[in-house]
């Protein structure tokens, strides 16, 4: 099975629709006996937010004025998953870095395969105390040194460091194929055996969104996503 990505190192009504509008080109035609799943995650912003003016770069609610703006325009970091058939045996990195005004974590979140490793390096000259606590990890690593972390379990892991005010980062490990999403919408899942799963898309600031679809061998299948704040967290009684 190949686990497709749209980019690599990243919800409640949710709705999902099999459209047949041909905004988004249809991939190639999928391996003999397998299907493809396609198509463009949307973020949607709630009802009661208003979005920044594009002239001071602020929202307008002055309760807000203060807070990161959010660009609904892309996903930043999203991840679109079938929920079974992963490969363990990934490792990504997660590196701790420094400048002269600041520590970081890098990068903010990655994604994997459940099963998979983690690797955090420490790239700066001093020692830092990593925490992860779904794992239940601590450990302080000195200049050079790494650890791993094996994701086990799917869903998104929180990483911190302890020295650090508000210096974090996460990974998420997905239970099936997963596409990354960063600036472009558009996924893609291929070489997928058929049947019926469940689609999940997972983004850190929205709540999930889980759907029932069926792979067809020999057929690519568009499916939109919308991701926002009001919409139902999961759609299981849809159909696609």
């Given at each position: 099975m190949h686990f497709a990505r749209s980019s690599r190192a990243w919800t409640a009504a949710a709705a999902v629709a099999v459209l047949g509008a041909a905004c988004v080109s249809a991939p190639p035609a999928p391996?003999?006996?397998?299907?493809?799943?396609?198509?463009?995650?949307?973020?949607?912003?709630?009802?009661?937010?208003?979005?920044?003016?594009?002239?001071?770069?602020?929202?307008?609610?002055?309760?807000?004025?203060d807070a990161r703006i959010f660009d609904y325009s892309q996903p930043g970091f999203a991840v679109v998953?079938?929920?079974?058939?992963?490969?363990?045996g990934e490792r990504v990195d997660v590196t701790i870095r420094a400048s002269q005004i600041e520590t970081r974590l890098e990068p903010a979140w990655?994604?994997?395969?459940?099963?998979?490793?983690?690797?955090?390096?420490?790239?700066?000259?001093e020692a830092h105390t990593v925490s992860c606590p779904s794992l239940s990890k601590v450990a302080r690593l000195a200049p050079g040194d790494?650890?791993?972390?094996r994701a086990?379990?799917?869903?998104?892991?929180?990483?911190?460091?302890?020295d650090r005010p508000q210096v974090e980062s996460g990974f998420f490990a997905a239970p099936g194929p997963y596409?990354?999403?960063?600036?472009?919408?558009?996924?893609e899942l291929r070489d997928l055996p058929p049947g019926r799963f469940q689609l999940h898309a997972w983004h850190p600031r929205l709540p999930p969104l889980a759907?029932?679809?069926e792979v067809v061998a020999g057929q690519a299948t568009r499916v939109d996503l919308e991701l926002g704040v009001g919409r139902s967290q999961e759609t299981s009684d849809a159909h696609p």
């Open positions: 391996t003999p006996g397998m299907g493809t799943l396609y198509g463009d995650l949307r973020l949607v912003p709630h009802a009661g937010v208003t979005m920044p003016d594009a002239n001071d770069g602020a929202y307008q609610d002055r309760h807000m004025r998953y079938l929920d079974s058939g992963a490969r363990p990655v994604a994997l395969a459940a099963g998979g490793t983690v690797v955090v390096h420490n790239a700066t000259a790494s650890l791993e972390l086990a379990a799917p869903g998104a892991n929180s990483l911190f460091l302890l596409a990354v999403l960063t600036r472009d919408p558009r996924f759907q029932p679809i």
